[in-house]
């Protein structure tokens, strides 16, 4: 039975080079930030424009034009979260659907609001990617029209790093680089590489959490 691995961590930790490790190793990924991309481009942009009229321009989400709708209002959050949940976790079904029909013996969820989402009960076992505090700070202010304000908000609405370490099962360090995390995803994999998974099936049943 497919082993379900969540992939989370914090802004600026190294998550999406991590889950390429994973991909191009032959690890089966789900990305939710690529699935919600699409959605906003797709199905959900009509039904986002209904709810917050002036948020889609030519057929796709704007999200700047969003954002100004939503952040810091907490019913229009939640208002937005009941159109775009239930369509993440469709396509993350079908995603599993797919790794049990193929006999995939491991898949990633890459998803960066893991633990603040209940997800983690959507998993076998939960891998947090990290970083020194001061990597993390000089990776995200390198970003284009990042400040420190920004990084301070973004961090805000994230569970503290080291309360994600504490909840996960393994940690993946990427302080030294590339090369250094490519041997723990390689570790990673043959120490869960074939063994029994439960949550894909709990997942797929409808009888998992899907908060």
């Known amino acids: 039975m497919t082993f379900v691995l969540g992939l989370t961590g914090s802004i600026g930790m190294g998550k999406s080079a991590t889950a390429e490790l994973f991909r191009v190793r032959g690890v089966p990924v789900y990305d939710a930030d690529a699935t919600v991309h699409a959605l906003y481009r797709g199905t959900a942009a009509p039904l986002i424009e209904a709810e917050f009229p002036g948020s889609v321009i030519d057929g796709a989400v704007d999200r700047a034009k969003l954002a100004l709708l939503v952040v810091g209002n907490s019913e229009a959050m939640k208002r937005l979260e009941a159109i775009v949940h239930p369509l993440v976790r469709s396509a993350e079904r079908d995603f599993l659907v797919q790794a ?93 590489n074939g063994r029994k998974g439960y949550a894909a099936a709990r997942h797929i049943q409808g009888t998992g959490n899907h908060a």
């Open 100 to 192: 049990m029909k193929s006999s995939a013996p491991l898949v990633v969820l890459d998803i960066p609001l893991l633990f603040e989402t209940k997800g983690e009960r959507r998993c076998d076992a939960i891998i947090v990617v990290s970083t020194d505090y001061t990597v993390q700070k000089k990776r995200v202010l390198a970003r284009p029209n990042m400040t420190e304000e920004r990084f301070t908000a973004l961090l805000a609405r994230q569970m503290p790093d080291a309360e994600k370490r504490k909840r996960a099962h393994v940690m993946i360090d990427t302080t030294h680089g590339l090369a250094d995390a490519a041997k723990q995803v390689e570790a990673v994999i043959r120490a869960f």
